[in-house]
């Protein structure tokens, strides 16, 4: 059944939800979590395949088409395979993607791509394996190449994105490696600006190391040009000159995207995010859990989206950190 579209204060229509479908993850990223990992959810407080099913359609309804499946890592959730399957398959949702760490990809590439995934983001921070280990605490590049090789034998998985979060102090040694990564092979390397949304809260400004200096230390020596921005993307994207593959920005920081931002979030243990800073979250599983029914459930979801955030405020004074940490809010 089709609703009105979900739209919110300021106009925007949402049609992008990030669905965390776990908390877990089997990283521990220094920007994002500490070395001995966080207290995790327990498993009745996490939203179930169904009622994950339940909320994606009724947003569908509302046009929210586009469905990210995040985590903490998502393929460390049971059966994940049979949730794409069962998301892939409700009415309205056109765009399935998902952003892993490659760790379990080569064990689950085929059952990922035969559920109906259509995009794949896979966070890699390093090409280099010692220091790939010293971002993750994980000795596992040589594991996350054999799962971006397994899913790139799929020709309906391309284009493939690679993401990797750019930290001044330690992206700037990546920065051509994986411009050459790029250039080799039918990956869209995309550098992420480091946000505060790292649970040892020790992110600052002089740790963002921009996308505009990495654009300009590639440029000096493979060329870019510019490439029209999409409507509602978060990625600048460049092609080389020479035509040897395509390089991505992803400036949240430098260069906020928030104008035409039509994303909203719901987290693993059920909780309504509407912005990735967002200081404050509505509860939609103890609504589910009682007997909502969806014109309950939708009425809660737009008072909800109608008070999203214009935008962010990292750069301004009084910046307040989100409690959540990244990897209870899924990317
Ligand atoms: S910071 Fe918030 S408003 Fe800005 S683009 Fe991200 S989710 Fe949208």
Redesign the pocket.
Known sequence: MARAPLVDGHGRHIGDVRVSVTDRCNFRCQYCMPAEGLPWLERDDVLRFEEIERLTGLLAEMGVSAVRLTGGEPLVRREFPRLAAMLAAVAGLDDLSITTNGFLLERDAAALVEAGIGRFNVSIDSLQRDRFYEMTRRDALPQVLRGLAALAAFPQAHPIKVNAVAIRGFTEEETLPFARFAREHPYEVRFIEFMPLDADRSWDHAKVLTGDEIRAAVHAVYPLEAQPREPNA?ARVFRFADGQGRLGFIN?VSE???AD?????LTADGKLR?????LNETDLRAPLRDGATDDDLEQIIRDAVWR?????H?NEPGFIQPARSMSAIGG
């Open positions: 978060t949240p906020p995207f928030c931002c039509d994303r909203i979030r509407t912005c990735l800073f967002s999203k955030e214009l935008k962010h990292v």
